[in-house]
């Protein structure tokens, strides 16, 4: 470990000075950060954390209550996009964050609970031998019994979210290791399968496949593939972040295949900041750049491509909701309304507060539950009051938050990814909702 320099941070990649030297504090963020809104406290915001990181690199400690600020960040990356300086606080805070992970030590019981996830999360394999009981649980009517006594919300907060995210459980397909395209080959194309959307989401996966190899890719999808890292690299877990990084890019690589196709937000999110992230490894830095430079969200791809698959009508009214990692760190926000808007029949509506984060961030609706509730019940109404019957986005944890906040708001909402509608209409059959 770097010998410590005065202050909070120590001298491998703290908060760089002149990146926070970027922020004029003029306040343009303030209205666009989550926790803002709901506390209203300076610190609580975007230039309030930046002046903490300053305080740090002057000498100021790692106090519990400087790490509460950067902590209560949902990571959500809506002060970039309203920022007129272009602050690049997504490197600022994931610098903090690693800072953070690496000098501060966390109470016992909340150290117990971040390993729990992260024993579980970024595993497939695991999160897949969950599928079994998760099924029988619900099969049973235990979870209807539960909610419907009220018995959930006496459950501990962490275990209380859980149950309530939960999406009821599907056939998981299986996927080929390679899916030839239909008609003439225009791409060869890696799928990302990932870790909650293969798990939970198996039918998302399979909807990903088949529009790809319906819109001429060849769809290759790598045996072996586990997490892409994204969970501990936006919380601080470098070392483990960068292990992920290394033998996703290796799979991939040796795929060989011309992009690196991904349908979960904040995997792409984190995918795309791989050279970043092994900037100082000589092994790795050129690789990690040159699977930056292939990877793709979905639609990016797909409008990249161009249709030639056949649309057919779906008669539906859809509201798109932005994932933050896809439309505040990726910049990808025309792409899916694009593809959306040509699926004749479709009627696509936008969303109050559209640019507001939905409180999952990862696994920021398991660590900090009250105000990832509340601002999941505040994207629930938002949804409600455009009248559509279905809610699109392009990330689990979006699908997953936004369903529990509607059925605890009595208001059940049909709910779909990008794909899954694409899929529906190429296919021409009837939308299914994959929660």
Not at 225 to 237: E, F, I, K, N, Y
Not at 268 to 281: E, F, P, Q, T, V
Request: charged share 20%.
């Amino acid at each position: 470990m770097s010998e410590p320099v005065p202050g909070a941070f120590d001298d491998h990649h703290p908060p760089q000075l002149d990146l926070i030297k970027d922020c004029v504090h003029c306040g343009f963020c303030l209205p666009s950060c989550p926790t803002y809104l709901l506390w209203g406290q300076e610190m609580d915001s975007p230039r309030g954390r930046i002046h903490l990181m300053k305080s740090g690199l002057e000498g100021e400690p790692l106090s519990a209550s400087m790490v509460s600020h950067f902590d209560a960040c949902l990571g959500c990356m809506a002060c970039v996009t309203a920022c007129p300086s272009g602050v690049r606080y997504g490197t600022l805070i994931a610098d903090t964050r690693t800072q953070v992970q690496r000098r501060y030590e966390r109470p016992r019981r909340e150290r117990l609970l971040r390993e729990a996830i992260f024993w579980l999360f970024p595993y497939p394999r695991r999160l897949r031998a969950l599928r079994g009981p998760l099924a029988a649980y619900q099969r049973s009517g235990l979870d209807r019994f539960l909610r419907r006594t009220g018995l959930a919300d006496r459950l501990p907060p962490t275990l209380r979210v859980l149950e309530s995210l939960t999406p009821t459980l599907t056939r998981r397909p299986g996927l080929p290791a390679r899916l030839p395209a239909s008609g003439r080959r225009r791409a060869v194309v890696g799928m990302l399968t990932g870790c909650v959307q293969d798990a939970l989401f198996p039918q998302v996966n399979a909807a990903t496949a088949r529009v790809l190899a319906a819109e001429g890719c060849d769809v290759v999808i790598p045996r072996g593939q586990g997490c892409c890292g994204a969970l501990s690299q936006h919380t601080g877990r470098e070392a483990e972040a960068i292990s992920f990084a290394r033998a996703l890019i290796e799979r991939f690589e040796a795929a060989k295949v011309d992009h690196v196709v991904v349908n979960a937000a904040g995997c792409g999110s984190a995918m795309k900041d791989y050279a970043h992230l092994l900037r100082d490894d000589p092994g790795y830095a050129a690789r990690a750049q040159a699977f930056v430079e292939r990877t793709r969200d979905v639609s990016e791809l797909l409008v990249e491509l161009g249709p030639v698959a056949v649309r057919h009508p779906l008669e539906i009214t859809v509201a798109y909701h932005d994932a933050c990692h896809l439309g505040h760190a990726q910049g990808v926000r025309s792409q899916p309304r694009e593809l959306l808007r040509a699926i004749p029949g479709l009627t696509l509506i936008e969303i109050a507060e559209g640019d507001l984060c939905c409180g999952s961030a990862g696994i920021y609706n398991l660590l900090h539950p009250e105000p990832a509730t509340e601002l999941g019940d505040r994207k629930a109404r938002n949804v409600l009051a455009t009248g559509a019957s279905v809610l699109v986005t392009a990330n689990p944890g979006c699908l997953m938050q936004i369903a529990a906040s509607a059925r605890r708001l009595g208001a059940p909402l049909t709910l779909a990814h990008t794909v899954t509608v694409l899929d529906a209409s190429i296919r021409n059959v009837p939308l299914r909702d994959p929660k």
